[in-house]
T-cell receptor
Framework: GESVGLHLPTLSVQEGDNSIINCAYS??????FIWYKQESGKGPQFIID?????DKRQGQRVTVLLNKTVKHLSLQIAATQPGDSAVYFC????????FGAGTTVTVRA | EADIYQTPRYLVIGTGKKITLECSQT?????MYWYQQDPGMELHLIHY???????EKGDLSSESTVSRIRTEHFPLTLESARPSHTSQYLC????????????FGNGTRLTVT
């Protein structure tokens, strides 16, 4: 079936370095994509979204890139901080689809 | 701070008991969802609602049921809890015209002994 999925289950990053989390999707008709962050013991929180008429969108220390040709989405976190340690999920606009397992980001001091 | 509230936060209950997990949102969102998530695993959609008196099953089969009598309230009920129901249950809502992100509660961690 159609779904979104993350490339790597875990990512270890040195504090201060940039992080890149990747995601692939299969539904070429999807026109809205969202990244969520889930900290331990909490529900997922919205980080940033992007619509299919855009290739790039920037927020505070985060950038989302969308490549519709290869159906690939990435989240870049600049100057990663200990508070960025969490599980990151990508999702597409059809909420009836389940999320993937997420990428667990661990920040090394 | 979350505008979507789930209670209880933790629940330990014996097999065969009936339980209701509460979810309320103060944002006036029409769309509400229940997800099930095991530790370190993906979220699976088990129920959703697009408005009052509208409920649908998600892609993960669940023995739970839901109701949507009021816009702000979307409770989930298990008539007879079993150890296989042990999991985290996350409620979410979304609103606004067209597509918009989900707002999640902090979940109910259910343990059935």
């Amino acid at each position: 079936g159609e779904s979104v999925g993350l490339h790597l289950p875990t990512l270890s990053v040195q504090e201060g370095d940039n992080s890149i989390i990747n995601c692939a999707y299969s539904n070429s008709a999807s026109d809205y994509f969202i990244w969520y962050k889930q900290e331990s013991g909490k529900g997922p929180q919205f980080i940033i979204d992007i619509r299919s008429n855009m290739d790039k969108r920037q927020g505070q220390r985060v950038t989302v890139l969308l490549n519709k040709t290869v159906k690939h989405l990435s989240l870049q976190i600049a100057a990663t901080q200990p508070g960025d340690s969490a599980v990151y999920f990508c999702a597409e606009n059809d909420y009836k689809l389940s999320f993937g397992a997420g990428t667990t980001v661990t920040v090394r001091a | 701070e979350a505008d979507i509230y789930q209670t209880p936060r933790y629940l330990v209950i014996g097999t065969g008991k009936k339980i209701t997990l509460e979810c309320s949102q103060t944002m006036g969102h029409d769309k509400m969802y229940w997800y099930q998530q095991d530790p370190g695993m993906e979220l699976h959609l088990i129920h959703y609602s697009y408005g009052v008196n509208s409920t649908e099953k998600g892609d993960l089969s669940s023995e739970s049921t839901v109701s949507r009598i009021r816009t702000e309230h979307f409770p989930l009920t298990l008539e007879s809890a079993r150890p296989s129901h042990t999991s985290q249950y996350l409620c979410a809502s979304s609103g606004g015209p067209g597509t918009s992100p989900l707002h999640f509660g902090n979940g109910t961690r259910l343990t059935v002994t």
